[in-house]
């Protein structure tokens, strides 16, 4: 997982970075379709690519092919944003595919034959926040001997209040992909409808008869 380089007393990691969030789906499912959609979810919630301001969020791209024609994939994606509230933080979060054994394959829907693919795809989701304000204390003479003291005291309640923003955000991305791959999910409220519709084909679908 790619990580941007930020200083220890200003990098806040949201999830431990060898524990991600994650999600792992081993069916039936339009890998182009998931990853439009994907790019999509992060256009509308703002995200952008931190080198030129844009939505070109691919930094790396592999891809290998194995004897019995099965392809693995290896994509990063880095994006940041910065909160509509206040300069003095930067949210960062990377996204990193890694799709197994994939091989093409095809289902039938409303009587249309579509050509998707079936595999393993695990999605890692990292995310931290940058507190851009330590840098200004950093370069005041008369600030920095107290910086330690101004950032556990007078910015720890709106750094908790960052995190909490920040992690419940990384969280609706993540079920909006178990959404999107129709896994099982055990939610304490309804959810609205998803303005994608779903292209995968797990098999407890099926079995459900849904």
């Not at 949210?91 to 595999?119: F, Q």
Request: glycine content about 4%.
């Amino acid at each position: 997982m790619p990580r941007k380089e930020i200083p220890d007393d200003r990098r806040i990691d949201i999830f431990s970075p060898v524990q991600p969030a994650r999600i792992k789906y081993s069916d039936v499912i339009d890998l182009r379709e998931f990853y439009d959609a994907l790019h999509e979810w992060l256009i509308e919630h703002e995200w952008k690519d931190e080198k030129d301001n844009s939505v070109n969020y691919e930094t790396f791209y592999s891809e290998r092919v194995d004897r019995n024609g099965g392809r693995e994939i290896w994509i990063f994606w880095r994006m940041y944003r910065k909160p509509p509230d206040t300069e003095a933080f930067v949210y960062y979060m990377d996204i990193y595919y890694h799709c197994i054994a994939i091989r093409p394959t095809e289902v039938i829907k409303e009587g249309k034959k579509l050509k998707v693919n079936k595999g393993i795809v695990e999605m890692k989701i990292a995310a931290y926040i940058d507190k851009v304000y330590m840098e200004k204390f950093a370069k005041s003479s008369l600030i920095k001997p107290f910086a330690k003291i101004f950032s556990k005291r007078i910015y720890r309640r709106v750094t908790d209040q960052k995190k909490k923003e920040l992690y419940q955000e990384v969280y609706a991305l993540q079920n909006w992909m178990k959404n999107y791959m129709k896994l099982k999910r055990y939610l304490p409220y309804d959810e609205v409808k998803g303005f994608h519709p779903g292209m995968a084909w797990p098999s407890h679908i099926q079995e459900e008869g849904k």
